[in-house]
Nanobody, 122 residues
Framework: QVQLVESGGGLVQAGDSLRLSCVASGRTFSRLAMGWFRQAPGKEREFVAVISWSGINTYTDSVKGRFTISRDNAKNTVYLQMNSLKLEDTAVYSC????????????????WGQGTQVTVSS
């Protein structure tokens, strides 16, 4: 089992930055691939970014150049640095873990955090 706890969400203005954190426990963190997903009101949960155990990452097109995913294996933590936030980035952001690799499908992730709200205002 893996337990995931996110933090760092909040209310910001368009153009601002936020850094989300997700702390993992219960399994060797360095062997996990870690992903960030988001779900806006009335929409399906969607992939945002993923980082492999070795640090390779990939992003959905809408956040490329604005968001950065990183990990600190010594702290069992994965981060999502979000810059130049837009109104359409408003969502509940969840981190997730899988034992595979650079998965972008929600169905590839057996472990999920509870989510943290990010609200971007104009």
């Amino acid at each position: 089992q893996v337990q995931l706890v996110e933090s760092g969400g909040g209310l910001v203005q368009a153009g601002d930055s936020l850094r989300l954190s997700c702390v993992a426990s219960g399994r060797t963190f360095s062997r996990l691939a870690m992903g960030w997903f988001r779900q806006a009101p009335g929409k399906e949960r969607e992939f945002v970014a993923v980082i492999s155990w070795s640090g390779i990452n990939t992003y959905t097109d809408s956040v490329k150049g604005r968001f950065t995913i990183s990990r600190d294996n010594a702290k069992n933590t994965v981060y999502l640095q979000m810059n130049s936030l837009k109104l359409e980035d408003t969502a509940v952001y969840s981190c997730a873990a899988n034992l595979g690799g650079l998965e972008t499908s929600i169905y590839a992730y057996p472990y999920w955090g509870q989510g943290t709200q990010v609200t971007v205002s104009s």
